[in-house]
């Protein structure tokens, strides 16, 4: 690896200078404050290099008619040189192919690569793959090749006669940082030489040798038609490029805004739960806090549960700090009082010699018949109310009469 990263430790300060060093000569590139800098400008070095030394991943064109969908299918021509218009000066050797070969068999990049049409995976989605690889004797590299539906009758209709490779000359592993060179990551078919057929097969391979035969041209196409066909294929490629990492964008944009929901709806069910334990608390406190008034030691007349009933229903419509709330307190507080200290009033049904009643034995018989005649009235429900109806047997009630 011509780079690497040193950490260099400044004793002044005790601060950490990540550094990029040139690895043959350890001469230092630049530092950075942070490991994540360093590695993103020794990444734009190799970027650098690469397109120094063999320019950007090649797409290039080799003639081949497709009759029939076949296995073996030819990947890059024979070894020469040829200058190309997009890609400048390009050079295949013998080294380089059994290099491409070799990387494939190892799975570098993927044990299988897509074969798709017009260099569009996205849009055309996988024609085929490509399974393995061989360099023919001629120095040649085909490729075995397992076509899809969809590829077969895209070559059974005649449309894609050029079959267009693509490598990177410099391909870094993103988990292992490990350069590579002339690594395959796929091909295509395709419709469109960068030299028109009608005036020239675009890349050739046959066996006088791989040959570049732009010189034939005439002045006036390599001047004209050609630089303006090259001009306009590198605009659509741009534009497709374009689309291509909108999509990824809006893909990107697509997963951020479900996982902001996820974790919304997260978020809410917590302050559910959360609410709901605080609820549940608060309830109980509340239970709690009724039957101390109730259950005191001068307990109230009646059933509890009636109590706490009656109770929770003032808390509910007025609060527990509203006059109807303490109304209520007070009278049945009050009641108990009465029953507490008078040694008159005893159990219901109990024999007395005396035939006249007294006020709390009046009130609870009328408390008993009210309930008796309106179905689901509690004990303590009706004698308030009979209370509240008879104001007089109430006063009575409250002189011990």
Known sequence: MPWKIVEEVNDSDSSVRHCVINDSDNSVEKCHTTHAEAENHMKALYA????????????LFIEHEFV???????????????????????????????RLVDGFKQGIYQSR????????????????????????????????????????KLLANKRFRYMS?????????????EVHKDVAVGAAITTRPYIKESYLRSLIATERGFEDLTDTLPAVVKTTNGDKYMELEM?????TQAFVDLQDRFTAAEAARAESEARSVKLTEALDASNARIA???QTAQVRRFTDLVESDKRWYGETASHLKVLRSFAETFGEESEE??????QQQALAEQLHTSELFKEYGHSRQSQKR??????????????????GLSYAQAYTEVLTQNPGLYNRHVKGE
């Open 48 to 59: 650098a290099m690469e397109k120094k030394e063999y320019g950007a991943n090649w797409r």
């Open 358 to 375: 007294t006020a709390a034995e009046e009130l609870d018989v009328k408390a008993r018949q009210l309930q008796a005649e309106r179905t």
């Open 235 to 239: 605009k659509v490629e741009e534009q």
């Open 113 to 152: 690569i897509p074969i798709d049409a017009e260099h569009q995976t996205k849009l055309s989605g996988a024609v085929g793959w490509i399974t393995d690889m061989r360099v023919n004797d001629n120095g040649s590299v085909d490729a075995l090749t397992e076509w899809t539906d969809r590829g077969i």
């Open 280 to 282: 549940k608390m608060e």
């Open 165 to 177: 490779p693509e490598f990177y000359p410099l391909w870094i592993d993103p988990f292992t940082e």
């Open 68 to 98: 029939e969908p076949e296995q073996w299918i030819p990947y890059l021509p024979l070894p020469g040189e040829l200058k190309h218009k997009k890609y400048g000066d390009v050079s295949f050797t013998l080294e380089k192919a059994n």
């Open 325 to 330: 709330f303490a109304e209520y307190v007070q």
